[in-house]
């Protein structure tokens, strides 16, 4: 039996996917290593920078069988796989530090790729920053339009006025085309000057958008060098939160949870110590109802106007300015936010009261997570039925439950690549807060219950930070 060791080039198998090209490397510690008896290698798969313990008796040597594996499969990234292989091989033989091809431009920046993953994650991420620092995209303008004036499109007494048809006033609540395709628009940015706390994968497009249809907008994040690429888009760099709110009339912020959005608004050096009568805050973070009305009591407290604006979309609506917002609580800083909202978002919906936004939102989400853990389940038992689970993919995009969360995760399962469109992490606490509604009201949520101890069991096994469909390794464990 051929002994296997760190640094062997070789096939693996996980579970519901073919063998795959990969390395044996130093396990990361910041993956648990399942329990059970079986012999287990660690294992860095090439052409996705996935990563997994796989069971040794699903690990064969590379150049031994590669004639029988490398013709079984002929997707792209497939072949992009075994390509980045066979250059490692081939620098070995020469003596020449085995490093991926992804790395071999800068090796002693970037490291070898016998790094643990969690390490060549944060090498990776720093060379995507230094790509968008360098070569920020701009939004193409469309050919100017006659847009009516912000008087005209807000008064009453203008029936005959109408804007284009892609874009609706806020006011309204007709349903909207989630199927439309994205077609750049030329927004009548205010006059008022705009904050945007929180640049993470949701927020730096967002701010981003803001800045390239003509907003004064002034960014701070946690983590300054996130501020970069919007700085260098047009937006002004604030030293706080209160110096942000200082600066602005009104201040949206999107981090990742209630205890984040605390923290930034009565923290120190917080957005009450910089908010006076007038100013709007708008919060656009995923979360609990309590916290919501907590936030919004100490804003006004200041004499401040307060908005809750939580979004459906994830990176990809985000970037194009296609999310859909679910506004509730002040009528009049809803309205200040018209042309902002136009250039983070395809529709706009007022909610009403106080709340009304985040229970929107927590049901939504409890939908999408529930679905999601339901596709992962079908595609694993697909494969243990013996059938091809890309045939069933093909069919479900073909039939009533075509959408675009199946054609974008359900390709994500089958490819094994998981880029944090929607990060795992971020859909458990989306699911706990809506249990957290069923909770309160009696209302039994058998599904998304169950689902949720799916994505909980994800996170344990390593998958917080990777993208919700990650779930899949959960169920297909």
């Known amino acids: 039996m051929t002994t296997l060791k760190v640094g062997d080039f070789v096939w693996a198998k996980m579970t519901g996917y073919p063998y795959w090209p990969g390395k044996i490397v130093e396990e990361d510690k910041d993956v648990k290593k399942p329990k059970g008896k079986s012999e287990m290698h660690y294992v860095r798969f090439y052409g996705t920078g996935d990563h997994a313990w796989t069971k040794v008796e699903l690990i064969k040597p590379y150049e031994e069988n ?63 920053e230094k790509t968008t620092k360098s070569t920020p995209k701009r939004r193409k303008q469309p050919k100017k ?36 395709q994205y077609i750049p628009r030329e927004v009548m940015a205010t006059d008022k000057k705009i904050g945007f706390i929180g640049l993470g994968i949701m927020g730096s497009s967002m701010a981003r958008n803001l800045v390239e249809t003509g907003h004064d907008v002034t960014v701070w994040n946690r983590t300054q060098d996130k501020c970069t690429s919007v700085i260098k888009a047009g937006a002004k760099q604030g030293s706080s939160p209160a110096d942000v709110v200082q600066q602005c009339d009104i201040i949206f912020s999107c981090v990742a949870d209630p205890n984040a959005v605390r923290d930034i608004v009565i923290g120190n050096y917080g957005v009450l110590q910089g908010m ?152 458990q606490k989306d699911l706990r807060l809506g249990l957290q509604i069923g909770e309160e009201l009696e209302q039994p949520l058998h599904i998304a219950g169950a689902s949720n101890e799916l994505y909980k069991r994800s996170k344990a096994m390593g998958y917080g930070d990777r993208d919700m469909a990650c779930v899949y390794r959960a169920v297909n464990a």
């Open 66 to 128: 590669k004639e029988t594996f490398s013709v079984a499969n002929k997707r792209p990234n497939f072949i992009d796989a075994v390509k980045e292989i066979e250059h490692a091989s081939e620098r070995r033989g020469k003596g020449i530090p085995d490093t991926s091809s992804e790395e071999e431009e800068s090796e002693d920046e970037n490291g070898s790729d016998d790094e643990p993953l969690s390490k060549h994650a944060k090498i990776t991420s720093k060379k995507a």
């Open 145 to 180: 339009q006659n847009y009516p004036s912000r008087e005209q499109r807000f008064s009453s007494d203008t029936p005959d006025i109408k804007l284009p048809s892609s874009r609706r006033s806020p006011d309204t609540t007709a349903d909207a085309d989630s199927t439309t």
């Open 276 to 427: 006076s009568s007038g100013k709007g805050f708008v919060d656009m973070s995923t979360i609990d109802v309590d916290t919501v009305k907590e936030i919004a009591e100490a804003i006004c407290m200041r004499g401040g106007r307060y908005l809750e604006a939580p979004v459906n979309g994830s990176k990809k609506e985000a970037e194009h300015g296609q999310l859909v917002i679910l506004a509730a609580g002040d009528r009049s800083l809803y309205m200040d936010c018209y042309s902002s909202f136009e250039a983070m978002g395809k529709k706009t919906f007022f909610l009403g009261e106080l709340g009304n936004g985040a229970k929107n939102k927590m049901i939504m989400s409890m939908m999408m997570g529930s679905f999601m853990a339901s596709i992962s389940e079908s595609l694993s038992l697909a494969e243990k039925a013996g059938l091809d689970q890309y045939t069933l993919l093909e069919i479900l995009n073909m039939g009533a439950l075509s959408c675009p969360l199946v054609k974008s995760k359900g390709a994500a399962v089958l490819e094994g690549h998981f880029p944090a469109n929607f990060p795992l992490r971020h859909m």
